[in-house]
């Protein structure tokens, strides 16, 4: 009875495992699985009488018909998302199954139940939680399986069933661990050809702070808080730049300006800086950065600016559009290389920019209705100067020196217009200082637009990676240059809301755990034909070179090589253990390499031998090999038998003999 | 280039893994398993017997869990739940067998799913051995041919201790099992300290021979011979009379007791039908009572026919009275 | 030989043992293994049934083994009219006393070799092998000591079976060891024939190897003689297959168990050795336990249950396995 019981908690406890690994890609939803989690909890101390099982069972058909119905209702068309429905019904199916008396538990209808919903969870895109429950499930599984069977057979055969042992534990744990390796080998070295299916992607994150796809200057900071959801991981291959504190990661551009909101006109004429021109006539190096985004409700891909080529990772389709913003569609996550010119054309190049191609006045020109003090006060700052690029740098200047970074909000409708920002309040977040910037640039005729994105990151020593989260959200400033395109100015003052992310972040766990996710996103949910590329090239290259230390962040982390490595030796020791038998001493190895050349010349008959037999055998037989075997037979069984261990000298001479005998045998 | 879902990935490979597992581990847990059957000395036929086998685990470390053990053949299977390692448990199987005869057990088969149920594997062991299936000792049979009143047969129970007919006392010697325990010498027992019992010169003509004839088609008809045979056996042991026996090559010489009732039910089980010629004999014919199932051969002092006439019984019915005829020559 | 000096532990008077088995050999020829198990029957204070046809040179091995040992002598026939006090001996008028005078019977020696043993009658056999298992016979009220060593050879003639009155299964346990010298091989054969031709038996000329104190001294040296666990376990297994194995009625009792050790211990000393390897066991399995099992369906103590035991031992042995 003990092992039944046992046997039952460990499957319901398998179930709450292969709950939390569906939850990690579905995430939580009151009404089904903390239901279900709880009604597994009941089940785990509860079992239920027969009668009450009775009871219960009727319960199960008017539900199971409602859920059904409801997967009819959402097929027919009322919702597209049947899978929630399947999902339910499954998790009905489980609890019914759950709350079966304990004689009666289905143990094999609980295993597919609890397969079916990993198997639902994959249709997601679960993170890092996902792999540790479905590590408990294998370790689960590999404990609650043989005892169920052992527990069947019993009930079938009769007999008395061994506790749960120490012994029992190690080895159906150790098994799970030998799954589990296998497992990973098996996800390394699959081989990835085909282009399957994608997943549903992540929850759309609609409802979370930060970026979104319009800067609207009263509303959106109300939205600005500490909200630590990482949103781009990025690694750079070729190197951290030093100020990975000052990167603006470029999202969107906004032409339009209504006095409140910026948006984006339909229609809008190229406006984008012609290909050759970042080539020829910027002269900065280049950057490359692997970007592993999250998914947000706008398509956009970040990157530094500017781009000058982009390279999906993942099954995404990168695009620029006639603004010169990258966007992409399919459904996957995206993964990607962003190719970006490492700083600006010198000041002075930009100072002599001539009058080259123009955009469209009609959009990077446009202003709304406003106060003409706004007006004058970009004349004022900009009157006695001569280009452009100095007038913006004047603007910039100002903003940035005159006026204070805040996260307070206005408190009335009324103090959150721009013309209250620049001449009463004189703080604001970033919006109001791009915004502002904006205005006045194109108040004094030149060309500028509102982009927004994130800014800076902190750098995850534990994964290798820029963490950059919704916490760093900002917007700023373009100005067109003739001849060179759309150039940076960031108008906002230092300390653009990094204070307090950090309250977030504080938490070490939290940080390691975002290694974690990175890692696994990496490693596991974007795992590729690339990646096995990298992988193989990884080893080949440090294979290749052992003498030298291996680069941390080039080709795949050397843990993985020291698990082969490791692997390799183990099964090599395995195989060595298992010829070599139950280990004999070194006499009695020698006698038996003597033995295995006796049977393998044919001398000897099938069947056990003993020592001097084996002698005589062989002078019968193989009078040439009798003196050394004789010998070596006596050697052998003075010091196995005889406890009178050899001397040296001895040793040598039983070694020398075996050979000397197999060498004649053969 | 992302293709597709690669937690399905993970799935496929936790499953290769674990049929891998499983198919290591069942393998493990067959090896190093050493067998030793049991088997009865001899088994009635239409009874329920064991057989026992004794498990020894020789790993060092591994334990064997649900390990089925059966013979190729037999319905029963024996079934241990776990054996650690290092230790050794016994199994039984019940099984029954219909027919007498010697049955030969070749090869055993362990077999396991253990871990997961997955797959079973199945591992044969050469083990040879037999099993001797008596026939059965229920006859009725005329009781004047042993001479003496009509006691109901009581088989191999020897709990009917008879006085059988004593003649000079020839010897002292070990008490062997079946000895009547009146024979028991205590003196010299008490100083030897074991039991020794005293033996009588037997007058030879006191001896039952029964002669059971071969030269005859196998069937129903000569299985009632040889059952015929086995109840006069059973009879004269149990009353303690001296009996002998000869069936074709096998020949059991007098004796008396259950050891020597067992002999001649070995000698019966063996018992080939369709050897020629008459049953040999040490003593002449007219000392001798022929079971046969074919026509009477004159020379015999009784001859007991079991074919013609005689009714047959099916397995289950309770033991009534089948047909013979004594015939004097 | 200082190779085998070497390997071989000294033991005391072992080469005098090899010395003593050529010796035998010399009028006792091809068949030096029956030499020594018959040594080491006597080491291990046991003794032997010879199953044989008459004329295989049964009375030349023991004489001869009772010359070179320096051993008293002494051969009884057993015939059907043999009485137990021609035996053991008995009390005999002297009418010059006028007393009963005890006279003891020609057991009363150190080799006997007890011939034809099943052609007297149980009464008598069992006066014997009572007086072998306990090393005193009692004659009316008085228990006298056999002499020590004791070694009784008796023989049996598996062919006759008229008037003769086989062993009973438990007399048979009595006996350490059952050999059968068999014919010899033709090279041995001519010999023999040779040396009938100039009707010069040799058996005079063997000369005492041992003393019978060095033979005393032999039997408690057979204690000394050390074996591994493992081949004690090798010996434990094969003994409780012949309880197990189907065709076997009854097994190798613990008795049984023990003769097969001692004597298994007692080989390797005539080998030289001071310690136990299978071989000892595996060779010694046939003599010692061939005749304490009894097979199915075989009538006792028969020939062909013994052949039927030992085609049985020979799969036990062919299945356990040697240990290394």
């Known amino acids: 009875m003990r092992l039944e019981r046992l046997h039952r908690r460990l499957v319901i406890v398998l179930s709450v495992a292969a709950l939390a690994a569906f939850a990690s890609g579905a995430g939580v939803e009151p009404i089904s699985a903390v239901m279900t989690f709880l009604v597994l909890a009941v089940a785990f101390f509860w079992s239920p009488s027969p009668s009450v099982a009775e009871h219960l069972t009727r319960l199960w058909p008017p539900l199971a018909l409602l859920l059904a119905a409801r997967v009819g209702l959402g097929l027919l068309g009322s919702s597209p998302d049947v899978v929630v429905p399947v999902v339910h019904l499954l998790l009905l199916l489980l609890v019914s199954e759950a709350l079966r008396p304990e004689e009666a538990l289905n143990e094999s209808r609980l295993y597919a139940l609890t397969m079916a919903l990993l198997l639902a969870a994959t249709a997601y895109r679960p993170g890092a939680l996902f792999g540790l429950a479905f590590t408990a499930y294998v370790i689960l599984a590999s404990v609650a399986v043989p005892i169920g069977l052992v527990k069947r057979k019993v009930r079938r055969f009769g007999g008395r069933a061994p506790g749960p042992d120490r012994q029992f534990l190690v080895t159906t744990v150790s098994l799970s661990g030998a799954t589990l390796l296998f497992a990973g080998i098996v996800f390394l070295t699959f081989p990835r050809v085909a282009r399957g299916w994608s997943g549903r992607g992540d929850v759309m994150a609609t409802s979370i702070a930060g970026f979104s796809d319009q800067v609207s200057i009263g509303e959106l900071g109300a939205r600005i808080q500490a909200n630590p959801r990482v949103v781009l991981r990025v690694e750079f291959p070729d190197g951290l730049p030093g100020n990975f504190l000052g990167l603006h990661w470029r999202g969107r551009s906004y032409d339009h300006f209504d006095g409140v909101r910026w948006t984006r006109s339909d229609n809008v004429r190229p406006s984008r800086v012609p290909d050759d021109w970042y080539q020829e006539r910027w002269p900065a190096a280049l950057v490359r950065q692997q970007i592993y985004a999250a998914p947000l409700d706008v398509r956009v891909l970040f990157g530094l600016s500017p781009m000058v080529a982009v390279g999906a990772d993942s099954e995404i389709y990168p695009m620029f559009d006639n603004v010169g913003d990258w966007s992409y569609w399919g459904s996957a996550t995206p993964v990607y290389t962003a190719v970006s010119k490492a700083s600006d054309p010198a000041p002075e190049l930009l100072r002599q920019a001539d009058r080259s191609y123009m955009p469209d006045r009609q959009r990077y020109l446009q202003l709304p209705r406003m106060p003409d003090r706004i007006a004058a006060l970009a004349d004022s700052l900009t009157r006695d100067l001569e280009n452009r690029y100095d007038k913006a740098a004047a603007i910039e200047r100002y903003l940035r020196t005159q006026f204070q970074y805040t996260r307070e909000l206005p408190r009335t409708a009324g103090d959150a217009t721009l013309d209250h920002f620049l001449f009463d309040r004189r703080a604001g977040h970033c919006e109001y200082f791009s915004t502002a910037m904006a205005v006045m640039l194109r108040s004094v005729g030149i060309h500028a637009r509102n982009v927004n994105g994130f800014l800076g990151g902190r750098w995850n020593e534990f994964g290798q990676y820029l963490a950059v989260t919704q916490n760093e959200a900002h917007s700023w400033v373009e100005v067109w240059f003739p001849s060179y395109g759309w150039i940076t100015f960031d108008p906002t003052p230092g300390g653009s809301g990094v204070g307090a992310a950090d309250v977030a972040w504080n938490w070490p766990g939290r940080f390691w755990f975002d290694g974690l996710q990175h890692r696994w996103n990496k490693w596991v949910l974007d795992y590729s034909m690339d990646s096995q590329l990298d992988l193989l090239g990884g080893l080949t290259r440090w294979l290749d070179r052992p003498g030298e230390p291996e680069s941390s962040r080039e080709g795949p982390s050397p843990s993985w090589i020291w698990i082969v490595a490791l692997l390799s030796v183990t099964l090599l020791a395995l195989a060595r253990f298992r010829g070599g038998g139950p280990s004999p001493g070194g006499v009695s190895r020698s006698y038996l390499s003597l033995v295995r050349a006796g049977r393998r010349a044919g001398v000897l008959d099938p069947g056990p031998i003993t020592p001097f037999g084996l002698a005589r055998t062989i002078r019968v037989r193989r009078p040439e090999a009798g003196e050394p075997a004789t010998r070596a037979v006596e050697l052998y069984t003075r010091a196995r038998f005889g406890g009178i261990p050899l001397d040296p000298g001895e040793s040598k001479a039983l070694r020398a003999a075996v050979r000397q005998a197999r060498k004649r045998l053969s | ?329 | ?324």
């Open chain 2, 1 to 329: 280039m992302n293709t597709g879902n690669n937690l399905l990935y993970l799935l496929l490979g936790a499953m290769l893994g674990a049929m891998g597992v499983s198919g290591w581990l069942s393998e493990r847990t067959l090896r190093g398993l050493r067998v030793v059957r049991a088997v009865p000395r001899g088994v009635p036929v239409d009874q329920d017997f064991r057989i026992r086998y004794r498990v020894t685990n020789r790993k060092r470390w591994l334990s064997s869990y649900a390990v089925e053990l059966e013979e190729p053949g037999l319905p029963g299977v024996a079934f241990l739940p776990g054996l650690p390692a290092g230790s050794t448990l016994d199994a039984h199987a019940t099984d029954r067998f219909v027919r007498r005869g010697v049955y030969a057990l070749e090869c055993l088969t362990l077999s396991t799913e253990y871990p997961f149920g997955l797959f079973r594997k199945e591992r044969d062991v050469v083990l040879p051995g037999e099993l001797v299936v008596w026939p059965r000792t229920d006859r009725s049979v005329p009781g004047e041919i042993l001479g003496g009143g009509d006691t109901p047969a009581s088989s191999l129970s020897a709990g009917h201790p008879a006085s059988g007919p004593r003649g000079e006392f020839r010897n002292l010697r070990e008490y062997r099992s079946g000895d009547d325990a009146r024979d028991i010498h205590w003196r010299t027992s008490a100083r030897l300290r074991e039991p020794v019992v005293r033996e009588y010169e037997r007058d030879a003509s006191e001896v039952v021979w029964i002669a059971l004839h071969l030269d005859h088609p196998p069937g129903a008809d000569a299985e009632a011979a040889v059952e015929v045979a086995a109840s006069l056996c059973a009879r004269a042991a149990a009353r303690g009379r001296s009996f002998a026996l000869t069936a074709g090559p096998h020949q059991v010489e007098p004796g008396s007791g259950p050891v020597h009732l067992e002999r001649a039910l070995d000698a019966l089980a063996r018992a080939d039908f369709g050897t020629p010629g008459l049953p040999t004999l040490p003593v002449p014919r007219d000392r001798a009572v022929l079971v046969t199932p074919g026509p009477s051969v004159p020379g015999f002092a009784k001859v007991i026919r079991t074919g013609g006439t005689a009714s047959r019984r099916d397995a289950g019915e309770q033991p009534s009275g089948g047909s013979s005829s004594g015939a004097a020559a």
């Open chain 3, 1 to 324: 030989m200082t190779e085998s000096a070497a390997i071989h532990r000294t033991v005391p008077a072992s080469g005098d043992l090899g010395l003593l088995v050529s010796e035998v050999e010399k009028v006792f020829h091809g068949k030096r293994e029956v030499v020594k198990l018959a040594l080491a029957a006597l080491l291990a204070r046991g003794h032997i049934l010879f199953e044989d046809v008459p004329g295989v040179g049964k009375t030349t091995l023991s004489h001869a083994l009772a010359r070179t040992l320096g051993l008293s002598f002494r051969r009884i026939q057993f015939t059907s009219d043999l009485l137990p006090s021609d035996v053991l001996g008995g009390n005999v008028y002297d009418p010059s006393t006028g007393t009963l005078d005890l006279r003891p019977g020609p057991i009363f020696s150190q080799v006997i070799l007890a011939d034809e043993i099943n052609r007297a009658p149980p009464r008598t056999q069992s006066g014997l092998l009572q007086a072998m298992q306990e090393g005193t016979v009692t004659i009316e009220d008085r228990t006298l000591e056999l002499p020590r060593p004791f070694l009784v050879m008796a023989t049996q003639n598996p062919l006759e079976h008229h008037g003769t009155y086989p062993l009973p299964e438990s007399q048979l346990d009595r006996f350490l060891m059952r050999l059968t010298i068999g014919y010899p091989d033709e090279k041995a054969e001519r010999l023999i024939l040779t040396e009938s031709a100039r009707s010069r038996i040799p058996l005079q000329d063997l000369r005492p190897v041992f003393s019978p104190e060095d033979v005393l001294r032999l039997q408690a040296q057979v204690e000394e003689v050390t074996a591994d666990e493992s081949v004690v376990d090798y010996l434990m297994e094969i003994v409780r297959r012949t309880r197990e194995a189907p065709g076997i009625r009854v097994g190798v009792s613990p008795r049984g168990a023990i003769a097969l050790f001692r004597a298994s211990r007692a080989y390797a000393l005539t080998m030289g050795r001071d310690y136990l390897v299978p071989d000892d066991v595996r060779d010694l399995v046939h003599p010692c336990l061939a005749h304490r099992i009894h097979p199915v369906g075989a009538s006792p103590a028969s020939a062909e249950a013994h052949r039927v035991a030992e085609s049985l031992l020979d799969e036990i042995l062919g299945a356990v396995e040697v240990p290394v």
